[in-house]
């Protein structure tokens, strides 16, 4: 009976981690799946410059969450620490759907701000913990269980259009953002009465690395990685629906060709997971950024919806697993440090997707588009570079075919736990 209830607060736990990553992903893509009906003289008529502001306290807030997730963490601990990215997720919801009442007002803009300031830092908080639980709720399969959060991210992503385009028919678009405020509401209900500890080094490492301060300069690396990743994603996750529309498609084939993107992401993200359980996936790495950059140059040559869709879906599907894997690669690097390494590569995420959200926003108005998407090729070979860097220069003791061979078998007290009995 004790090894079935143990059983039981497990997979609650771990449906609590995944489910988590599903809302947190259909909130943070609502505000982008939202520029087609914000831009609209109906709605809230904002400039294409405006719609690029808007995501700016995001990303401030985001980076600003992310960094300090492993302090908080070790202060008042890390489910509190993903209870209160939730409650800060539903209250960006809660905002987004206030802005309605708003409409025709400076208040309505203003509110909006304050929603993606609040997204921000719900994500930014909700995502990072939820990195550090997977890696550590299944040891020996941490790239596949690091994917699988984000392959449920995913699914809120390719889901939020479908959403959204879902209430907006029903004349009640802000339905969406209070729906997903009901489901946060009852997720936190749900996780309060869960443990729901986070575990990440070993007794011997926890205790002879109590001081370590200052990150090592390959996390930064990775960090770097992940902000060029997240410059090329919010190029096709915020801008690819005014793009389309531009390119003379409908507002709801517009969504739908957001919707196969983040579609390609959480199908290339399933395969990827299952992949990882069995090959060595590592070679992908090499692929990946120069798979992209060609889309992004071919993309904007192509015509009619099939062939827009098509690229759309390849670039989601090359896109799709490198930024939990980059998450993965440096927490198997620094194991002791998982809650800080996945925070600061959630800021690097962060500050690309705010960079690429403002640049483009600002640069449309002299620039079409179809430019701006092509001229992010660069960015994927700069993503090139630095993995061509990290793969030639990473340390050789996890074994070239097995990710984790040198991590532990099973989960060990985490590092504040020994901290603590050591202050006592």
Not at 93 to 118: E, H
Request: proline share 5%; hydrophobic share 55%.
């Amino acid at each position: 009976m004790h090894n079935r209830s143990l059983l039981s607060t497990r997979n609650r736990s771990i449906a609590a981690v995944y489910l988590s990553g599903l809302l947190a992903g259909i909130a943070l893509i609502l505000f982008p799946s939202a520029g087609a009906l914000f831009t609209d003289p109906a709605y809230h008529n904002l400039s294409s410059q405006q719609f690029g502001v808007l995501f700016t306290p995001q990303i401030i807030t985001a980076i600003v969450a992310a960094s300090l997730t492993a302090t908080l963490a070790q202060r008042i601990g890390m489910k509190r620490v993903m209870a209160a990215g939730l409650a800060l997720t539903a209250l960006a919801m809660l905002l987004m759907a206030l802005s309605q009442w708003a409409l025709g007002l400076v208040g309505a803009f203003l509110l909006l701000l304050a929603a993606t300031a609040a997204m921000g830092a719900g994500f930014g908080l909700t995502i990072s913990a939820l990195n550090a639980y997977a890696f550590n709720l299944f040891p020996g399969r941490e790239d596949s269980a690091v994917t699988a959060v984000h392959v449920c991210t995913g699914i809120g992503q390719a889901g939020a259009a479908l959403l959204l385009g879902l209430f907006t028919g029903l004349g009640l678009w802000w339905g969406a953002p209070l729906a997903v405020l009901l489901a946060i509401v009852l997720l936190l209900f749900f996780q309060a009465g869960l443990p729901l500890e986070l575990r990440t080094a070993t007794p011997t490492a926890a205790a002879t690395r109590p001081t370590e301060r200052g990150m090592p300069g390959r996390v930064w690396l990775f960090a770097l990685v992940t902000l060029t990743y997240g410059v090329v994603e919010s190029v096709f996750g915020n801008w690819t629906p005014l793009y389309l529309q531009t390119n003379g498609l409908s507002p709801a084939d517009a969504a739908l060709g957001l919707s196969i993107f983040w579609a390609a992401v959480t199908g290339g993200r399933v395969l990827f997971a299952l992949a990882a359980v069995r090959f060595n996936v590592r070679p992908l790495l090499y692929v990946t950024p120069f798979a992209v950059g060609a889309v992004l140059l071919v993309l904007p040559l192509l015509n009619g919806n099939l062939a827009q869709f098509l690229a759309l879906a390849a670039a989601g599907l090359a896109l799709s697993y490198f930024f939990p894997y980059s998450i993965s690669l440096a927490s198997a690097e620094f194991p002791t440090r998982t809650a800080a390494v996945s925070g600061l590569l959630v800021a690097g995420l962060q500050l690309g997707s705010g960079l690429s959200a403002n640049i483009v926003g600002f640069a449309n108005a002299i620039i079409p588009l179809s430019v701006l998407f092509q001229a992010s090729a660069a960015y994927m070979l700069v993503m090139g570079a630095l993995v061509l860097y990290l793969e030639r220069t990473r340390p050789r003791s996890t074994g070239d075919d097995v990710m984790h061979r040198d991590l532990p078998p099973q989960p060990a007290p985490c590092l504040q736990h020994y901290q603590k009995q050591e202050s006592v």
